[in-house]
């Protein structure tokens, strides 16, 4: 589950990256967009870390 975890987060890089190379030809909207896309990783990493897919066990 932690590899899982980890190659969601790793995806996430791969999709941002081609993002901030053409940040400023983009605009607001994207901008917009980019943090909605942020938002919902960030709350799929909490859900994990209190499901406790994070722990070694």
């Given at each position: 589950?932690?590899?899982?975890?980890?190659?969601?987060?790793?995806?996430?890089?791969?999709?941002?990256?081609?993002?901030?190379?053409?940040?400023?030809?983009?605009?607001?909207?994207?901008?917009?967009?980019?943090?909605?896309?942020?938002?919902?990783?960030?709350?799929?990493?909490?859900y994990?870390?209190?499901?406790?897919?994070?722990?070694?066990?």
């Open positions: 589950m932690f590899a899982l975890v980890f190659v969601i987060f790793d995806v996430e890089t791969v999709f941002l990256y081609p993002w901030a190379v053409v940040f400023h030809n983009l605009g607001l909207l994207a901008f917009i967009e980019a943090l909605i896309f942020i938002s919902i990783l960030v709350i799929a990493l909490v994990a870390w209190r499901k406790g897919a994070l722990e070694w066990s």
